[in-house]
């Protein structure tokens, strides 16, 4: 199995060179989970980019990226495999006149001819590098997370019929999720665990800077610290990146250059999503005679 | 396992010494209460010998990616770390191979280092209490992390007043370090320098952003202070006996009654997650619930593709009906948390009872519910209930009697076979009559009644303490002391 990564280093140039700043810590674990062959577990909060991440690895490693959409009442037939059914019904049909006995049917009908190759069963037999995304697993149900652990450990796929089928290759795996349950025990085990959290102010600032072109130094510095202030506020659900980045793009076209409380006030619907936050926002940020220099909150 | 040995033999070959070490560690994290399996354990093992030792952060991601799949845990995986790998060699030191960080207790205070060379550890020993404050100055303002670290060391050593072999807290330290610094003044000039540097008056949008910029560096500046001590701790005491003391309660094991202020705050960010989570898995619960009878539309319908053989029968789904719940929460100061955690885990899942009221009492009882209607941030209406209820009747102690008795009076007609009843408080009654007559007519008309009480089991019935004599009228008597229980009794209860 040939190595993925150089170093840690070469991680974060080759996800810079299609646009990702990756941290310390994303840099680390890609490089870990390529070295160990295990699959990464990122979790954190709705928009910090961990979709985005397995999309970026995949170009990055111009590699082909599959991937499953977890939703609840997943099963087998959608994650891993399928008998093609019609297909084997047309099979014995035609052979309804013919000599052939039972026996042979039977091994005619499940071989890999009428197999349905389902995200993960692909992932694993693809010839060719691929990435493979299990988007927000924490939405299947406990009893369907059981369905990954041969895969995730293993990189083989038992199917009754047929036997065993090993991987071609290792693929890079990326399970996200938006943490809405406690994943099992077993399922964390066998994964890298890596936290995505809304990124630093420094951070932020990059991104949107790499993200929105003809933005100026000045007003991205802007932008990521009134998201930073918005971000300490308790809120329903606070601004993630692809907002910042919306919010940046709306500045550009109207033309804003210094944002001013009205500015703020009006786009603020772009960051936010709920009312009750939006009004908390424009009144945190414009009442004047709120005591400025209460002690610095601990 | 397969896997298992195939890791082991290669963390075998490996450095021998270097497995120990994170053997040891392992075991500090698991003594800190964070749950790390063997196998994790070998794959961080694994995951050192791919990175470079003397790269300090990747080495830290690497045990992190591996040990801790939980993000609450995070702080405490990241103090233990510091603590555990500090002392351990040079590559492991903190500040690479810039000084040894101990070398300065060593000196003493007469030895006169270079003054003002900022940018090192042992410089800036010749400065004044003034020259310090206003170099601390300099850099808050300019946000110049190099010498604020530098500060910061020199702040600690100067002010902590730190002796070796005396048996005091860190949070000692830091707190003389801080009161030698007046961050609150400092926070002050700060905002008064940023307003005479501007060509124009700040906008309150700016000002914001600037005591929000400060803040942060504030902040910080509070942690390099605190890591400093830390440091110097463990240098004076030893990894191992540090690792002791620095073990706190996660999130969900900290006691509601005795949480402090930062761990209210850490509490009160735990919540949202955690109702978000048990609302879901409610939703999840209800629908997935047993099966009922056949359901002869849908299974003829799925019967088609298999060509009208029924082979796979569908079933209709229970909907089991949802209970009315009366809260009836003590809010006094001694138990005020625990009411407000409860009465918001309650309203965030309030989708899955069919009414939700609240009463709030201390000595007088108030109807609360109207404060939750129509409120998308429950946060703000928790605190409406605590600073606008009226419920204080004589003296504003506890009395469980009579605020029972109010109860009784004006809404003891709405308790019905369809509502549960939970009744939040310590009992602590303050040697009032306790009129529990009152919660065995509750007990008789509702469906079920419980009673949470946030104190220690041991301590019920002692003292002022009556939680038994109601508790005998209750369906069950819980001890809530932290979320997880919390989090336990409300998943039961639906």
């Not at chain 1, 944002?259 to 786009?267: H, P, V």
């Not at chain 2, 240098?235 to 999130?251: F, H, N, S």
């Amino acid at each position: 199995m040939t190595q993925r990564f150089e170093s840690v280093d070469s991680v974060r140039e080759g996800l810079a060179k299609v646009e990702y700043l990756a941290d310390d810590a994303i840099a680390g674990v890609a490089f870990l989970a390529d070295r160990l062959g295990k699959p990464i577990l990122v979790e954190g909060p709705a928009g910090t980019g961990k979709t985005q991440l397995a999309k970026s690895l995949a170009e990055m490693l111009d590699a082909r990226l599959i991937r499953l959409q977890c939703y609840e009442g997943l099963d087998e037939s959608k994650a891993l495999y399928e008998w093609n059914y019609k297909k084997q019904l047309l099979r014995i049909q035609s052979e309804a006149g013919d000599e052939s006995t039972w026996d042979e049917i039977q091994e005619d009908i499940f071989s890999n001819e009428f197999l349905l190759e389902r995200p993960l069963l692909e992932a694993i037999r693809a010839k060719d590098p691929v990435v493979l995304l299990i988007d927000e697993v924490d939405r299947v149900e406990v009893e369907t997370e059981a369905l990954l652990l041969e895969l995730l450990s293993d990189y083989q796929v038992s199917i009754p019929e047929l036997g065993t089928l090993e991987a071609n290759q290792i693929p890079l795996v990326l399970l996200t999720s938006n943490n809405t349950r406690e994943l099992s025990e077993a399922l964390k085990r066998r994964c890298l665990f890596l936290h995505l959290d809304y990124p630093s102010m420094e951070r932020e600032k990059e991104i949107v800077l790499t993200k929105v072109p003809g933005l100026t130094e000045n007003l991205a510095d802007q932008v990521a610290r009134i998201v930073r202030s918005i971000r300490n506020l308790e809120l329903k659900k606070h601004p993630s990146v692809s907002e910042t980045i919306d919010w940046a793009r709306t500045l550009i076209l109207l033309g804003i250059e210094q944002i001013s409380e009205e500015d703020a006030a009006k786009t603020a619907n772009i960051l936010l999503k709920y009312r009750s936050d939006i009004e908390k926002v424009i009144k945190e940020f414009s009442s004047n005679s709120k005591a400025h220099f209460d002690a610095p909150a601990s | 396992m397969t896997d298992t040995a195939v890791s082991a033999d290669a963390a075998g070959s490996s450095n021998s010494a270097l497995f120990e070490l994170i053997e040891g560690f392992v075991m500090d994290l698991r003594a800190a209460g964070l749950p790390v399996s063997l196998s994790e354990n070998i794959d961080a093992a694994r995951a050192v010998e791919h990175v470079p030792l003397e790269d300090r952060t990747t080495f830290k991601y690497a045990l992190a990616a591996t040990l801790v799949k939980n993000n609450a845990h995070w702080r405490t995986f990241e103090t233990l770390f510091e603590v555990y790998f500090s002392l351990r060699g040079k590559e492991y030191s903190l500040d690479g191979d810039s000084d040894d960080p101990f070398g300065d207790m060593d000196f003493d205070e007469d030895q006169d280092g270079p003054p003002g060379s900022g940018g090192e550890g042992g410089g800036g020993d010749g400065l004044s209490p003034e020259e310090l404050a206003e170099l601390l100055f300099q850099a808050m303002m300019k946000g110049d992390d190099a010498l604020m670290r530098a500060l910061s060391k020199q702040a600690v050593k100067r002010y902590a007043g730190m002796e070796p072999g005396r048996p005091v807290g860190g949070t000692y330290y830091l707190y003389r370090t801080l009161r030698n610094l007046d961050l609150d003044g400092m926070m002050e000039r700060l905002m008064e320098q940023a307003r005479q540097d501007s060509p124009q008056p700040l906008t309150p949008l700016e000002e914001r952003l600037e005591k929000d910029e400060f803040e942060n560096r504030i902040e910080q500046l509070k942690k390099e202070i605190e890591a400093e001590i830390r440091r110097r701790l463990v240098a004076d005491r030893g990894a191992e006996a540090m690792a002791k003391t620095l073990r706190k309660p996660l999130p969900e094991d900290v006691d509601f009654m005795h949480a402090s202020r930062e761990e209210m705050a850490n509490l009160r960010r735990a919540i949202y997650p955690l109702t978000r989570k048990l609302a879901v898995r409610l939703a999840r619960k209800r629908r997935h619930g047993r099966k009922g009878p056949l359901d002869f539309r849908r299974t003829v319908r799925s019967s088609l593709s298999y060509g009208g053989v029924p082979a796979e029968p569908k079933f209709r789904y229970p909907k089991p009906s949802k209970p009315e719940i009366i809260v009836i929460a003590d809010i006094s100061g001694s138990v005020a948390a625990f009411a407000r955690f409860t009465l918001h885990l309650v309203y965030a899942i309030s989708s899955q009872f069919s009414k939700v009221r609240a009463f709030v009492f201390i000595d007088g009882l108030d109807e609360v519910t109207s404060y939750f209607e129509g409120v998308d941030d429950i946060a703000e209406a928790v605190h409406r209930v605590n600073t606008e209820a009226d419920v204080v009747w004589v003296d504003g102690h506890s009395d469980y009697g009579h605020a029972f008795e109010v109860f009784w009076d004006k809404f003891g007609h709405d308790v019905n076979s369809k509502s549960t009843v939970l009744i939040l408080g310590d009992a602590r009654n303050n040697y009032h009559a306790s009129q529990a007559w009152i919660i065995k007519e509750i007990e008789h008309r509702a469906r079920k009644t419980f009673w949470l009480n946030p104190e220690p089991k041991a301590y019920w019935n002692t003292g002022d303490s009556i939680v038994g004599e109601y508790g005998a009228h209750c369906d069950g008597v819980f001890e809530v002391r932290n979320l997880r229980q919390l989090e336990k009794f409300v998943d039961n209860l639906v």
